[in-house]
């Protein structure tokens, strides 16, 4: 089923082969002797355990040429899970701070994405993350020195450590960001409350929201997040491996639909959290009994939540 995948980390793609690849060509010692030694240390307990092994591996991530093979892997297993559209999220602050210039990164991404449309049919966006433990200054020095590639970015969005780090203290980075026409995304409601939520959308001004999951404590949030249709780019197997979720099975994505949000399916980080996009579709119809008219609507909001212009949105439809 052809689908738009809005919620994907490309630093989370990095598969323990690749890693010892990249490891071996730029001279990187791994903390793990083999590839099976590295799976076996994705047992998540939360959110803050998987990133300090999603920090760590980045480690073997140096050059133009890394970024690039490290994206072209993705598009080419991204296109097989069904995939015709990505909005692919970097996180600049993850790789300046172990002295790789914000340009290799983005010069390495660009190159594997504008072959995509050529190489494995797929269009692209690049959506620039802050790291919001890195706090809110960190945030402004990293929109400063990306200013020269904003051309090739679509949007801002806001990652890591999600609790205790609410939106609200990155107001002027975004203001900034909408003030070059860009687009906003920012991750809340993952493992961090409702309230999280309500500033990404009042405060910063989001026009999508990434998990967006806790919502469904708060009546209210529910009822505007319907009212104004924003997008929600949900990941159900991250919320299973993060411990959001205790099992599949009780995941909110059925009654989010049934609220009538506009939701979406995700891999977040599909070389960590043991699925791409369509192993995340089979693995929420099989748990959680979807239909296929159901999945059919995931696939079609993904196009509809997606930053494509107007009439390719409608191809699509
Ligand atoms: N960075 C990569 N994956 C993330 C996630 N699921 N939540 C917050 N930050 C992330
Ligand atoms: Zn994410």
Not at 25 to 30: A, K
Not at 89 to 96: E, I, S, Y
Not at 173 to 180: K, L
Request: glycine share 6%; hydrophobic share 45%; with cysteine.
């Amino acid at each position: 089923m052809p689908k738009a995948e809005l919620h994907l980390h490309i630093e989370g793609t990095l598969e323990p082969s690749l890693a010892f690849a990249l490891a071996e060509r730029n001279g990187v010692v791994l903390p793990f002797a083999t590839e099976e030694e590295l799976r076996a240390a994705y047992s998540f307990t939360d959110l803050q355990s998987f990133l300090d092994l999603y920090y760590a591996l980045m480690a073997v991530l140096r050059t133009e040429d890394d970024f690039a093979d490290l994206a072209d892997a993705y598009l080419a297993r991204a296109r097989r899970q069904g995939v015709r559209h990505a909005e692919i999220f970097f996180d600049p602050q993850a790789h300046t701070a172990r002295g790789v210039p914000v340009g290799t990164v983005v010069d390495g991404l660009t190159r594997a994405l504008d072959a995509a449309p050529r190489r494995h049919g797929i269009t692209t966006r690049l959506i620039m993350c802050f790291l919001r433990d890195e706090g809110p200054e960190a945030a402004l020095a990293t929109f400063e020195s990306a200013r020269p590639y904003l051309d090739r970015i679509a949007a801002v969005g806001l990652d890591s450590a999600e609790v205790g780090h609410p939106p609200a203290a990155f107001r002027e980075v975004y203001r900034r960001a909408r003030e070059a026409g860009l687009k906003c995304v920012a991750h809340a409601g993952e493992e961090g409350p409702p309230a999280y939520v309500w500033e990404a959308l009042d405060v910063l001004g989001v026009d999508r929201v990434d998990h967006g999951v806790r919502s469904m404590e708060d009546p209210e949030l529910v009822a505007r997040l319907a009212a104004d249709q924003v997008p929600l780019t949900v990941c159900p197997l991250s919320n299973l491996r993060l411990r959001v979720v205790d099992r599949l099975a009780d995941h909110p994505l059925p009654a989010m639909l049934e609220a009538g949000l506009l939701v979406t399916v995700n891999s977040d980080d599909p070389a960590y959290f043991g699925g791409y996009v369509d192993d995340n579709f089979t693995a929420v119809r099989d748990a959680l009994g979807l239909d296929a008219e159901t999945l059919r609507t995931l696939a079609r909001n993904s196009f509809r939540a997606s930053f494509l212009d107007e009439e390719t949105r409608a191809r699509y439809l």
